[in-house]
């Protein structure tokens, strides 16, 4: 099993910032893609932003330009930069750990979530 666990969440004013976290129980490298997804109340789970364990990174077009989403190998741990935050952006965020052909580990792995809200 592999855990992750998520930090940072809170309530930000609009225009303004917040630092995801996630921490991962195993080394990143054995992780094939780390993601955030969000979901909203009453809206489906959707993804936010990817990278991979070579570095490359992804973003739906409502976060691009003001999310940035990068790792370090030494913390196993990934972090989610959100700028110019908008009252839309309010969601629980999950992070989650895609494993693959791995001899161990293989698996899709979630963490609780942490609520990001964003006040007008």
């Known amino acids: 099993q592999v855990q992750v666990v998520e930090s940072g969440g809170g309530l930000v004013q609009d225009g303004g910032s917040l630092r995801l976290s996630c921490a991962a129980s195993?080394?990143?490298?054995?992780?094939?893609?780390m993601n955030w997804y969000r979901q909203a109340p009453g809206k489906q789970r959707e993804l936010v932003a990817t990278?991979?364990?070579?570095?490359?990174?992804n973003y739906a077009n409502s976060v691009k330009g003001r999310f940035t989403i990068s790792r370090d190998n030494a913390k196993n741990s990934v972090y989610l930069q959100m700028n110019t935050l908008k009252p839309e952006d309010t969601a629980v965020y999950y992070c989650?750990?895609?494993?693959?052909?791995?001899?161990?580990?293989?698996?899709?792995?979630w963490g609780q979530g942490t609520q990001v809200t964003v006040s007008s």
């Open positions: 989650n750990a895609d494993v693959r052909a791995d001899y161990r580990y293989t698996g899709n792995y």
């Open positions: 195993i080394s990143i490298f054995r992780i094939n893609t």
């Open positions: 990278i991979t364990n070579g570095g490359s990174t």
